[in-house]
Structures are given as C-alpha cells and as structure tokens.
C-alpha cells in the first residue's frame, strides 16, 4: 500500500525538489533522468542512470526512497531504466539555464553524435558568453564534466559533456 492517497503529478512534484548530487542546483527532473512514475497499490520511480558507471546513482536512488518516504509513502521501488540509455538531450531548457547560470557550460543539443563523429564545436563561456574557449583537459570535477577556459575574459569553467 502506498500509505496516502497520492498521484504521479504530485510525486514528479515532490522529485522537482530532489538535488543532484553533484550539481545542487539542478534537480533529478531538471535532468530528466526521472522517467515514470507509477502509483498502482505501491509507488515505482523509474530512473535512468546518467551512465553506467555514475556514482551518483545510488544515492540518487536513496535520496528518491528518503523523499518518498518522508512523505509518508510506504511501498516505494525504485527501478533503474537502462533503455533508452540517458542523453544530455534530456535536460530542461530550464535546468540550462540553471547551469549557465551556476558557472558549467550546459551541453548543446543533439551536438552528442557530432562528438562521436570528430565534429569541433564552439563551447561558450558561461560568464560571459564567448565562443572563444580552450579545452584544458577532458575531465572537469566529475567525469561528466570537461574543463574548459575563456580566452576573453580568462575565467576556467566546466562544461557538460553531451552525451
């Protein structure tokens, strides 16, 4: 039993305030990794891992269980959806936004295929919006993330990585 009378909408709502945690500022709905919501005598959250090896899955998992749980739910699963397989596509234009203005570089979209390809694109400064970037090394704070810096106005920053 779920314990209250409760719907998706309500739940997805509840998720909204669940943080990533490597990026506070977005949420598991901004990122799209939520994919479904089922309340059926229980409550099953659908997520997909960002990639396989994420160590941020599990405690997003546990962090789902503890909202839901602490508001009131009793029978909650988490099932973890592999297929499709997470894209930074996903996102919210919303949650770029939050990116942009946290300081990381929001992934462009679709530009994912483009990087499998040897395509060279242009990744703008967060701060103050140049196309003038260097890439300084592939991997930023967290594999997800590659380290870039402006040749503007010299400022490092994070970029996103399409995936």
């Known amino acids: 039993m779920v314990g209250i ?3 998706a909408e309500t739940i997805y709502a509840w998720l909204a305030a669940v943080p990533d945690p490597e990026i506070p500022v977005l949420s598991i709905t901004d990122l799209g990794i939520v994919r479904e919501v089922i309340v059926n005598g229980g409550v099953t959250v659908a997520l997909a891992p960002t990639y ?10 546990q962090s789902v269980l503890d909202k839901l749980h602490s508001k009131g739910l009793k029978d909650v699963a988490i099932e973890r959806r592999l297929s499709p397989p997470w894209t930074t596509d ?8 939050k990116l942009r203005e946290y300081g990381i570089a929001p992934p462009a979209r679709a530009s994912g ?12 400064c967060p701060r103050c919006g140049s196309l ?3 890439l300084v090394s592939q991997f930023g704070s967290t594999a997800c993330k590659a380290a870039y ?9 994070e970029y996103f990585k399409c995936i």
């Not at 396989?52 to 998992?61: D, L, Y």
């Not at 295929?113 to 703008?124: D, F, Q, V």
């Open 52 to 61: 396989s090896g994420c160590p941020a899955t599990e405690v997003i998992e």
């Open 113 to 124: 295929k483009r990087a499998l390809l040897g395509g060279n694109r242009a990744i703008a």
């Open 149 to 157: 810096r402006c040749e503007d106005c010299l400022e490092p920053f």
């Open 90 to 97: 996903w996102i919210t234009d919303g949650a770029r936004e």
């Open 132 to 134: 003038e970037s260097t």
């Open 5 to 7: 009378d409760v719907s």
